[in-house]
């Protein structure tokens, strides 16, 4: 998902907003195994790894660490995999993939952090599903839904 902006007004109120976490993003996400919990509010500290392009997500602070927070609820589960929704309270490099491999389930396709093999494609399965914010000039709710990819595991989950 991309927003652009139409004016140099726009875009600075627009970067500020982002910049102040002034928005909602929400992600859905196919992992392998059932979380844990139906629903839970998951804190790490995030440790990025440069030269494995890697971030490793900690139960603890670690030195150069970053917190990162998310939420997450099942929104259905499948035979083999559970679609799950993803609210982000922190934007951190390779959050959501982390946290989730950290709690015991990887994302479909990962193979960086834990799953058995990759999509045919190289994709993963994590989807950017919905992003709301105040529109920076006219002061009016934005809120952008993304489809799901239409694929036979996405598909499934409809």
């Known amino acids: 998902m991309v927003v652009f902006a139409r004016t140099s007004k726009a875009l600075t109120r627009l970067n500020k907003l982002f ?8 992600y859905w996400a196919i992992v392998k195994e059932n979380p844990p919990k139906t629903s839970d509010r998951l ?3 995030m440790k990025r790894n440069p030269k494995q392009n890697k971030s490793y997500a900690h139960k603890n602070a670690v030195p150069n660490s970053k917190e990162a927070v998310l939420s997450y609820s099942v929104l259905k589960k499948l035979n083999t995999y559970t679609l799950l929704e993803v609210a982000l309270e922190t934007g951190r490099h390779h959050q959501i993939r982390s946290q989730l ?11 960086k952090y834990g799953f058995d093999r990759s999509n045919k494609d190289g994709s993963i399965h994590l989807h950017a599903r919905r992003i709301s914010f105040i529109h920076p ?6 809120n952008i839904v993304a489809p799901a990819p239409n694929e036979v595991i996405w598909n499934a989950c409809n």
């Open 101 to 111: 491999s950290a709690i015991g389930c990887p994302i479909k396709g990962d193979l």
């Open 43 to 45: 804190v790490h500290f």
């Open 137 to 142: 000039v006219k002061k009016e709710d934005i």
């Open 19 to 26: 910049s102040e976490r002034k928005t909602e993003k929400t």
